[in-house]
């Protein structure tokens, strides 16, 4: 969701697609880790584990090789960095990643996150929305990685009209916010809340060619769509990935670069990764499964991996 660039009236419902409901992703798909190509790892762990109060779940940095660092809640992975340290930076107008959204269990910990934020790296803070679905607020990391970590409303507070979600952008108060819902038992421990990853935000060359691929082949639903931006999900979610091309129209394929590495989509069993992959291959899109992983590109060289959970 952008930080201030959807208007409550400008979504509109989505023209229907042409995948029978059979080939939609099943509704218990979520997202995964999001892997991140980062310059300067020391760094950037640093700043996920002391800001955004995440753990350091594994870590592997052996025999000179590249380091590898996965970072979460409790068990459950979010962030994984992968060190980069020769490759160029993301130019300005490149498809690539929009934002990776970390969701909240709980007000509670998006508050003690939040006021991490605020102490410890204040000039990274670029907004806040009330999205009618979530309260959202969003930062960059220190390379450049958009961020969202929001909370949601609980699915009854949730508007649909024609099988589509509304969803808008309104003023919400990080004060008021934090003032409401800090709890200082929380406050003194943030890594105990509950996080998951959930929603993969990108920017893409154009919104035609995202539907085509995010709901026609990969078997997403739309869920809001504007001129220049698609929301989808699987299950009735509000959205587990958007497009967006804001900052984008017209980008081609984006070069190997630092920022977004890979996007990762768990699917409940492995019948629904031959369905995905005999549809990516009915689409004419290169897909390769060893067995486990099932990993293809989008239209912008976006990596992508399809996993049972």
């Not at 700043?47 to 109060?53: D, E, K, L, R, S």
Request: aromatic residues 6%.
């Amino acid at each position: 969701m952008s930080r201030d660039m959807i208007d409550a009236a400008s979504a509109h419902a989505a023209a229907p697609s042409a995948l029978l409901p059979g080939d939609r992703l099943a509704a218990e798909t979520h997202m995964d880790a999001v892997t991140l190509y980062v310059r300067d790892i020391d760094a950037m762990v640093a700043f996920y584990t002391n800001v955004i109060a995440l753990e350091v779940l594994a870590n592997d940095a052996a025999d000179g090789r590249d380091a590898v660092v996965t970072l979460g809640r409790g068990t459950t992975p979010l962030v994984v960095l992968r060190e980069a340290r020769d490759l160029p930076p993301r130019r300005p107008g490149e498809a690539g990643l929009f934002h990776t959204a970390i969701l909240f269990a709980d007000a509670a910990g998006l508050a003690a996150t939040l006021a991490r934020v605020a102490t410890l790296t204040p000039q990274l803070y670029t907004g806040a929305g009330d999205h009618l679905v979530s309260e959202a607020f969003y930062l960059d990391d220190p390379e450049g990685n958009g961020i969202e970590l929001y909370v949601d409303r609980p699915r009854d507070q949730w508007r649909w009209r024609d099988g589509h979600v509304e969803m808008a952008t309104l003023h919400l108060d990080p004060n008021a916010f934090m003032q409401q819902h800090l709890d200082e038992a929380v406050l003194a421990a943030p890594h105990a809340s509950a996080a998951t990853l959930g929603h993969v935000h990108l920017q893409v060359g154009d919104i035609p060619t995202a539907r085509r691929f995010y709901v026609d082949t990969l078997g997403f639903e739309a869920t809001t769509e504007m001129g220049s931006a698609l929301f989808v999900s699987a299950g009735g979610y509000h959205h587990h990935m958007a497009m967006n091309t804001w900052a984008s129209m017209g980008a081609g394929p984006r070069p190997v670069n630092l920022g977004l590495g890979e996007v990762s989509i768990v699917v409940p069993t492995r019948d629904e990764v031959g369905a995905l992959a005999d549809r990516l291959k009915h689409a004419g899109v290169a897909a390769a499964d060893d067995g486990a992983v099932l990993t293809f590109a989008d239209p912008w060289r976006n990596e992508i991996r399809v996993a049972v959970g």
